[in-house]
């Protein structure tokens, strides 16, 4: 066992655990906080998965769970947004959840990896994850 799954271990455990106890329980607002960031350490956790076993397939899933995972918010703020208080209960801590975490670990990562396609997608992903956390907490603000 190295660093890497080490810290994708911890994600699941302190992060994804309670997230995804936050979507079985409560109400709407925070349950759609909850999904998205469970989703959010979902797509972290399959980067480090990647870089501990050495499987780059690991990382498309990380670069799509990083594209359907606010998609999947939005949809739910749009369907129900009636629902919804505002703002939800848990969502001042999702932004700093975005702006930490991401960075966090794709700034590693990047390190590792060294120059070539897969640092680019990498940058990619963790673009995607920090403009998807930004619009859906603009987007939850506002619901």
Not at 6 to 15: D, I, K, P, Q, Y
Not at 94 to 122: E, F, N, S, Y
Request: a positive charge.
């Amino acid at each position: 066992m190295n660093g890497w799954l080490v810290a994708a271990a911890v994600l699941v455990v302190a992060g994804l655990g309670p997230s995804l106890w936050g979507v079985a329980r409560g109400g709407v607002g925070r349950r759609v906080v909850a999904q998205n960031a469970a989703t959010l350490l979902l797509c972290l956790v399959f980067l480090l998965l990647s870089q501990g076993y050495g499987r780059p397939s690991y990382t498309d899933l990380a670069l799509v769970t990083s594209v359907l995972g606010p998609a999947g918010t939005l949809v739910f703020v749009r369907l129900l947004g009636d629902e919804i208080d505002a703002p939800p209960p848990g969502l001042r801590l999702l932004t700093p959840l975005v702006a930490v975490g991401t960075p966090a670990t794709v700034v590693p990562l990047c390190v590792a990896t060294g120059p070539g396609r897969a640092l680019l997608k990498l940058l990619l992903i963790g673009a995607l994850l920090m403009a998807g956390g930004i619009v859906t907490s603009k987007v939850l603000r506002h619901a």
